[in-house]
């Protein structure tokens, strides 16, 4: 079965970082793009990051590029999310995506992790 497990979210201030991570198995790694996507209170998902399959191309949405680096160690089966220069707005859960052609948000979820940003 495949299975994605976040950790590293918590309450950190504006301004400040955490180190999100993310344990795949079940599946072949190194064969799929993973997503970072977040969901807010009350809104709709957001994809905020992916990585391709040999870590060497990267993207992020808007709101988050030059803050956010998405990484991959296809060692470990691990995806990490570096988030700097939090901002209130960055509060949602947090999940990690396999990523799946045709779709915006990945075909497997984990179970998430919380990250709040306030002062």
């Known amino acids: 079965d495949v299975q994605l497990v976040e950790s590293g979210g918590g309450i950190v201030q504006p301004g400040g970082s955490l180190r999100l991570s993310c344990s795949a198995s079940g599946f072949t790694f190194t064969w799929f793009d993973m997503y970072w996507v977040r969901q807010a209170p009350g809104e709709g998902p957001e994809r905020v990051s992916t990585?391709?399959?040999?870590?060497?191309?990267?993207n992020y949405a808007d709101s988050v590029r030059g803050r956010f680096t998405i990484s991959r160690d296809n060692a470990k089966n691990m995806v990490y999310l570096q988030m700097n220069s939090l901002k209130p707005e960055d509060t949602a859960v947090y999940y990690c995506a396999r990523g799946a052609i045709g779709s915006d948000f990945g075909d497997y979820w984990g179970q998430g992790t919380q990250v709040t940003v306030s002062s």
């Open positions: 990585i391709n399959t040999d870590g060497r191309s990267t």
